[in-house]
């Protein structure tokens, strides 16, 4: 099967810009999650939804941050306005909401610079 | 709050000689352990997991991790390693009420040839 697919793979903006990153999950998870890991950090959760509802997002920056999922397949994660501290890698994971062993699957992650 | 020690930033092995990455772990309840592998400009890939069951736990790759409920560990170990065993490695937590995943800060791992 087809794994988490993410866009763009690279990307490098300037502070105060905005940016957006793509995330589609394998088919049939309802689970995704969007994480930010820091370099020479490990990833930290920013939001999980369930199909299109948002589970948690206690981490995610709010007056910075958004993600939506509108139609609980493919979600967009947004920065608006970046700061220097925003650099880091984005990575989007998926679950199968019945996998009994909670394994997420991870896509090979956005990595975006700030300067 | 759950949380995840990873004590080594680094660990540099010969290869054919035994891999051990340690991870201490803090949780409510009973925990769901996991290790994933990420080489460079790739996502984390699967390694293995304990639910329940066996305290010694088999993953992909020949690696195995032992589960110690007394000491609070979950070490990663590969009997023989491999040059392409190099690469960072990051241990997980999840409480059994909690659905949220809590990672290390990963070691990276080096083997020589």
């Known amino acids: 099967e087809a794994g988490v697919a993410q866009s763009p793979r690279y990307k490098i903006i300037e502070k105060r810009q905005s940016v957006a990153f793509w995330c589609n999950p394998i088919?049939?998870?309802?689970?995704l999650y969007w994480y930010q890991q820091i370099l020479g950090q490990g990833p930290k959760l920013l939001i999980q939804f369930q199909n299109n509802g948002v589970v948690d997002d206690s981490q995610l920056p709010k007056d910075r941050f958004s993600a939506e999922r509108l139609k609980g397949v493919d979600s967009t994660l947004k920065i608006q306005p970046a700061k220097l501290e925003d650099s880091a890698v984005y990575l989007c994971a998926s679950r199968h909401v019945r996998e009994p062993t909670y394994e997420q699957y991870f896509g090979p992650g956005t990595r975006l610079t700030v300067t | 709050a759950q949380s995840v020690a990873q004590p080594e930033d680094q660990v540099n092995v010969a290869e054919g000689n035994p891999l051990t990455v340690k991870c201490t772990y803090s949780?409510?309840?009973?925990?769901?352990l996991f290790w994933y592998v990420q080489y460079p400009n790739r996502g984390l890939q699967f390694l293995l997991k304990y639910i329940t069951g066996d305290n010694l736990v088999k993953g992909s790759y020949g690696f195995e991790a032992e589960f110690n409920k007394s000491q609070t560990s979950f070490h990663l170990k590969k009997p023989s390693a491999l040059v392409s065993d190099s690469a960072l490695y990051f241990c997980a937590v999840r409480g059994s009420r909690d659905y949220k995943l809590s990672f290390g800060a990963g070691t990276t791992v080096t083997v020589r040839a």
């Open positions: 949780v409510s309840g009973n925990p769901y």
């Open positions: 088919s049939g998870h309802a689970t």
